[in-house]
């Protein structure tokens, strides 16, 4: 009997071997967690190769010409914003609504391939880089013209570059990262369609940098000419429409505050299709302002707009809802958006001679163990399942998952430890009395945390980071602010505690987040200096210090295995010193309806890269 026992044991051990080892060979990529979301139909991956466009010149126009199939001419496409622009002038573009809508009406003079990561020309026809690797000869494409008619010439380019952009015009982000070991490129037109660039040092993201927004001299200059203060509120959200002068695929038509922006077809844009017809196929794009990402949810469902970027905790709905429903899901893969914890590290006064942040805070803000404590104690894991519903990763480092300098050491992280977090404030001189927390001052440790309100995902984020300090002995008074009012707090000025909040990241360059780390740069949030500080000798952290060199030797170093150690320590510098705490990064998983056609997503470019291609089938 015993021996029977035996053998039916050993066969039973042997089927689950065959079992797991058959699970492992037939083992598919879903994008989801098969346990958890159970045998449900697998997502659509976005990894299409999206043919490249070729140059056409037809009667002395130089276009750039699409190589997918060919459309339907008119529609409208209906998708979403969260909140309303603050402007529509790409150099005062400093939130991420204002800059996507700036991006779509001015195109730069190289853009990135949505398929490879290469730069590649846009405005620009083509680009030679001399054997010295700093001069840069950029041919413009000829008879190409801004929307009301006039021709965009080197004159625009020039103007753009010497004026805004080196001039300092604007929020200063785009001379940011266009700043070389303090100083910035000789820009010369050398004739109506050719422009020279020349870097003080091999640059290594220069030529993607020229991705900048090409502005119409003819129409800008006049507001320089006022000086900045007057260049801050030109082209803002009262502006009239038709006095909009783009390049892009659209134009500007309408914007009614709290409910949508309406561009319609640009018919002077420079791409054409394969019969030589004019793009963008679509007449209007219309962005309905939602509010909130719930509120995105029901437009999309009751069919008010045509694309969705779906919350984790709806993709198994929505996955259903897609079998008898008339769109198609995509797997984007992780997002480029880094969130983020960060608090006030400024230490200066203002006008007043008041400091920016209450000076007990102040000590507890600039002390690293106060920081690292704060991220020990943050629960990643209960973030990923409770906010995305396991639709997300938790994010360690400040480059995004998917880019090519990630360091994975770094991305590995470290769990929730709330026992080492007490210790390391112990060892600043906290104490506890009764399970609060105290400084070695006997002040009780509280704080406001600040997010912008709408984002259901951050604010679900802030209750959760709150019940989590609250176990460090912590009161945390966390507030949801319309979007506007977080950007003026934090942005445009230092008016606060700690946000959440999230930048984009370029996945294929670093140093396009210069001006996040350098110390007087336009978003170095966490230790932000005003207008009134720009030229103030205060002292730079040490560890800012160490961030300053290692990006500026990252730019002038030209081999890629070279640059990838250099910005591994800028990773290493940023885990260790938390001057912002990585939160997540969710999966992008979206929603689009099938008549939109000419759909090819990329995980780098997103849903709709190829927005001038793309048409509707009724």
């Known amino acids: ?18 079992i797991g080892f058959l699970v492992l060979i037939f083992k598919k990529d879903y994008g989801y967690d098969i346990q958890k979301t159970g045998e449900l139909e697998p997502l659509i991956l976005a990894d299409n190769k999206l043919p490249p466009f070729k140059n056409v010149t037809i009667s002395g126009v ?6 997918l199939s060919v459309g339907k001419f008119g529609g409208v496409l209906t998708t979403s914003i969260l909140g309303d622009p603050k402007t529509f002038n790409p150099y005062n573009a400093n939130d991420a609504t204002s800059a996507e809508l700036a991006e779509i009406m001015y195109d730069g003079l190289t853009t990135t391939d949505v398929s490879t990561g290469n730069v590649v020309a846009k405005l620009a026809k083509s680009y030679e880089i001399l054997p010295d690797n700093k001069t840069y000869i950029i041919h413009l494409r000829k008879g190409i013209k801004w929307s009301d008619g006039v021709e965009i010439t080197a004159d625009d380019v020039y103007f753009t570059y010497k004026t805004i952009i080196f001039g300092g015009f604007g929020d200063g982000s785009a001379k940011d990262v266009m700043t070389i070991d303090g100083m910035l490129p000789d820009v010369q037109k050398i004739d109506k369609y050719t422009v020279k660039f020349i870097t003080p040092k091999p640059f290594a993201p220069f030529l993607r940098n020229l991705s900048a927004s090409i502005v119409p001299k003819h129409i ?18 009262d502006c009239k429409p038709e006095n909009l002068v783009v390049s892009g695929a659209f134009k500007l038509k309408e914007y009614l505050p709290s409910q949508r922006v309406v561009y319609e077809r640009n018919n002077n844009y420079y791409m054409i299709n394969n019969d030589n017809q004019k793009l963008p196929y679509l007449d209007k794009w219309v ?6 990402i719930n509120n995105q949810t029901l437009k999309f469902e009751s069919g008010a707009i045509d694309v969705l970027s779906v919350n984790g905790s709806l993709v198994d709905r929505y996955r259903e809802l897609k079998k008898h429903g008339d769109f198609e899901l995509y797997n984007l893969g992780s997002s480029t958006n880094t969130t983020f914890l960060v608090f006030n590290l400024n230490n200066r006064k203002n006008n007043e001679g008041k400091y920016y942040v209450d000076p007990k805070k102040q000590l507890w803000f600039q002390d690293r163990n106060f920081r690292s404590a704060i991220d020990w104690a943050i629960d990643r894991d209960d973030l990923v399942l409770n906010v995305f519903s396991g639709m997300a990763k938790p994010l360690y480092s400040a480059e995004a998952l998917n880019s090519i300098f990630l360091n994975e050491k770094v991305a590995k992280g470290h769990k929730k430890d709330l026992n080492y977090a007490k210790k390391l404030l112990l ?12 400084d070695k001052n006997n002040n009780r440790v509280e704080f406001e945390l600040l997010t912008n309100a709408g984002n259901t995902q951050r604010e679900a984020s802030g209750v959760s980071i709150k019940q989590d300090l609250e176990k460090l002995g912590i009161k945390v008074n966390f507030k949801p602010i319309e979007f506007n009012s977080l950007i003026n707090k934090t942005i445009n000025s230092v008016d606060y ?3 959440i909040l999230a930048l984009t990241s370029n996945v294929n360059e670093p140093n396009a987040g210069y001006n996040v780390w350098t110390p007087y740069g336009a978003l170095h949030l966490f230790n932000k200096r005003t207008n009134n500080d720009l030229k103030s000798s205060d002292k730079i952290l040490d560890f800012e210090k160490e961030l300053e060199k290692i990006f500026k030797q990252g730019a002038l170093e030209l081999e890629f295995s070279k640059r990838k150690e250099i910005y591994d320590k800028y990773q290493e510098i940023v885990a260790r010193e938390n001057p912002l705490i990585y939160l997540y990064a969710p999966l992008n ?8 056609k000419n759909v090819y997503p990329t995980k780098i470019g997103g849903l709709i890269p190829n927005i001038a291609e793309i048409y509707i089938e009724n």
């Open 287 to 292: 962005m309905v302002i939602a509010g909130d």
């Open 427 to 438: 060892k600043s001189g906290f104490y506890y009395k009764d399970g609060i927390l105290y």
């Open 1 to 18: 009997m015993r021996k029977n026992v035996k053998k039916i044991l050993i066969i039973f051990f042997i089927l689950i071997l065959i």
């Open 497 to 499: 505690d700690c946000i």
């Open 62 to 67: 130089d276009y750039l010409q699409s190589q």
């Open 220 to 237: 800008y200059e006049k507001a320089t000419n006022k000086g900045k203060q007057y260049f801050l509120t030109f082209q803002g959200v």
């Open 589 to 596: 998983i979206s929603a689009i309806r099938k008549k939109i």
